[in-house]
């Protein structure tokens, strides 16, 4: 006699259970692990065209000490400080930039300008061909106090 009978997933023990998704389990880490590549890598595909040549990134870096006692004033807590570079070309401004930062004693590192600093004063500046023109403004009791190294980078 042929008896057929009816499995739902209730009707399985829990330890059978156990044991079929621990064999899942098992066959699905096994079938990824199998996976692997075969044979050689093929030819390498076709590149695109190669882009224009893009400008230079930096035309130079000048390097320069500007002592306390180098500001001229210009009247209004405002002092200035001329600093005469050939590499400042009309290509520069008119189409690059500078990039001006400043280095004196006590600070960890460079310091990008415009700059503001302890007390409200500040540092800006401006270029035109062959000088950079450095700001200190509102500094009401005098020019700068300390010498600073001034990096000027010249970016066509």
């Given at each position: 006699?042929?008896?057929?009978?009816?499995?739902?997933?209730?009707?399985?023990?829990?330890?059978?259970?156990?044991?079929?998704?621990?064999?899942?389990?098992?066959?699905?880490?096994?079938?990824?692990?199998g996976?692997s590549?075969?044979?050689?890598?093929?030819?390498?595909?076709?590149?695109?065209?190669?882009?224009?040549?893009?400008?230079?990134?930096?035309?130079?870096?000048?390097?320069?000490?500007?002592?306390?006692?180098?500001?001229?004033s210009?009247?209004?807590?405002?002092?200035?400080?001329?600093?005469?570079?050939?590499?400042?070309?009309?290509?520069?401004?008119?189409?690059?930039?500078i990039?001006?930062?400043?280095?004196?004693t006590?600070?960890?590192?460079?310091?990008?300008?415009?700059?503001?600093?302890?007390?409200?004063?500040?540092?800006?500046?401006?270029?035109?061909?062959?000088?950079?023109?450095?700001?200190?403004?509102?500094?009401?009791?005098?020019?700068?106090s300390?010498?600073?190294?001034?990096?000027?980078?010249?970016?066509?």
């Open positions: 006699m042929l008896v057929l009978l009816k499995l739902t997933i209730n009707s399985i023990p829990y330890s059978m259970k156990k044991s079929i998704i621990l064999l899942s389990f098992a066959i699905a880490i096994a079938s990824i692990i996976c590549k075969d044979g050689a890598t093929g030819p390498a595909g076709a590149t695109g065209p190669q882009g224009p040549t893009g400008p230079a990134i930096v035309a130079a870096t000048d390097s320069f000490y500007v002592a306390s006692g180098s500001w001229v210009a009247g209004a807590n405002e002092y200035t400080y001329t600093y005469s570079n050939a590499n400042i070309t009309s290509a520069i401004v008119v189409n690059g930039t990039q001006v930062e400043d280095w004196y006590g600070q960890p590192g460079w310091f990008s300008w415009p700059d503001v600093v302890a007390g409200g004063g500040g540092y800006r500046f401006s270029y035109t061909v062959g000088s950079v023109t450095l700001y200190a403004d509102n500094f009401s009791s005098g020019p700068p300390y010498g600073m190294a001034i990096k000027a980078t010249l970016i066509p």
